[in-house]
């Protein structure tokens, strides 16, 4: 029995819950709310190494892909099918799970790539029900990610782990057509001193940060070949290359952090990294101002 002055010890720290055990613990809340209902399921969907035991009606009256498999099978009772090569995996699968199902869940610009991927991969169009789930990941894509810069990034950085489907949906250019306007739109209104100040910043490690707008440091989350279109479409709405210097140094300070070309850093880097890091280098060295570009 403890004393009168001494304390609870606290409890130990709960470690960190990883994104797969996230995951299948989500998972596991939407399964006890599937069975908790008094028809039981009859059609097992294996998505991604997870097995979903469902019900046949919700899924084939909104996803028309399922409802083509399911008619397609040869054997009419046959209580499970698998679905390979979906955009975003079982995480994605089961938000459309929960949208068949009428389960609320919040659309967000973390979430909207992958859902609008995976609506279009399983063919949930306005043909099987009005106001599908591509329809409603179309509005909010254009009422809402589609209006902020930050979010457009967002969407956009998502994009680039659900290739080939977001570039097949315009995803990908509809994107980079939004961050370049917006950024295109609040540089002009900043760009009085830019010019002036470009040579001395760009000369100096410490100022590139200072010079730059705000959004420069967003695009740093990109891929090279995306943060390289980013570019060119600023280029195409009018931003003059020179005044990209301090952005493409932001990203190489960012992306190229840790490198040391000439030290044990480089012979301890995986063949992989060090060929990325490369086409990084090379990518970015090929995007910096020549002398004479101050001028369109």
């Not at 028309?64 to 090569?85: F, L, Q, W």
């Not at 290739?163 to 295109?184: G, H, N, T």
């Not at 730059?212 to 931003?239: S, Y």
Request: negative net charge; charged residues 25%; aromatic residues 8%.
């Amino acid at each position: 029995m403890l004393g009168a002055h001494q304390e609870t010890p606290p409890p130990p720290s709960s470690p960190i819950p990883r994104k797969e055990h996230l995951l299948s613990t989500a998972m596991k809340r939407t399964s006890e709310w599937i069975y908790s209902q008094e028809v039981p399921s009859d059609i097992d969907v294996k998505v991604g190494g997870s097995s979903f035991p469902l019900h046949k009606y919700p899924l084939v009256s909104k996803c028309g892909y399922i409802r083509k498999m399911v008619s397609e099978v040869n054997h009419p009772n046959t209580s499970a099918i698998e679905i390979p090569d979906v955009p975003g995996g079982a995480e994605a699968f089961e938000l459309v799970m929960k949208y068949c199902y009428g389960i609320n869940f919040e659309i967000t610009a973390e979430n909207i790539a992958m859902l609008r991927c995976v609506a279009e991969y399983l063919e949930m169009t306005e043909d099987y029900t009005v106001g599908n789930l591509v329809s409603r990941a179309e509005a909010y894509l254009e009422e809402v990610a589609l209006q902020s810069l930050s979010a457009a990034v967002t969407v956009l950085h998502k994009s680039e782990e659900l290739l080939p489907v977001s570039e097949k949906v315009k995803l990908v250019s509809r994107c980079i057509d939004a961050v370049a306007y917006m950024a295109c739109n609040d540089s002009q209104l900043r760009s009085s001193s830019r010019t002036d100040n470009y040579q001395e910043g760009f000369s100096s490690s410490s100022q590139p940060n200072a010079i730059v707008d705000w959004w420069a440091e967003e695009l740093t989350v990109l891929r090279i070949d995306t943060f390289q279109r980013v570019l060119m479409a600023m280029k195409a709405r009018g931003f003059k290359q020179y005044d990209l210097g301090p952005v493409i140094m932001l990203y190489a300070q960012k992306s190229l952090r840790g490198l040391d070309i000439f030290g044990r850093g480089r012979k301890n880097m995986e063949p992989k990294d060090e060929h990325e890091k490369r086409i990084i280098l090379e990518t970015v060295v090929s995007l910096l101002p020549r002398k004479g570009t101050r001028c369109r």
